[in-house]
């Protein structure tokens, strides 16, 4: 973490731009980190994240996963019991 935040050493692409903030820490393997890019990258744009599977620096289209749904839509879950009223 030490390493994004600094600029020095870490990702290529936290070392050109510096992360402002933390977002979040979660525990958790390589498809969690999978899942929560994907839906970083939904909520704030692709252009402005990376992680996971997506670490290049310059990505010069939207990646395949994201093609499914519109980029910068708001995905909203419902929970089983709240459909039930």
């Known amino acids: 973490m ?35 890019t994907v839906v970083m990258m939904h909520k704030h744009g692709w252009e402005s994240v990376r992680g996971s ?6 990505m010069d289209a939207i990646p395949d996963v994201l093609r499914v749904y519109p980029t910068r839509s708001k995905i909203q879950f419902q929970s089983s019991e709240s459909s039930k009223v």
């Open 53 to 58: 599977e997506f670490c290049q620096v310059e």
């Open 2 to 36: 030490k390493e994004h935040m600094t600029g020095i050493g870490g990702a290529k692409f936290t070392s050109k731009y510096v992360p402002s903030s933390v977002l979040q820490v979660t525990e958790g393997d390589q498809n969690l980190e999978l899942a929560q």
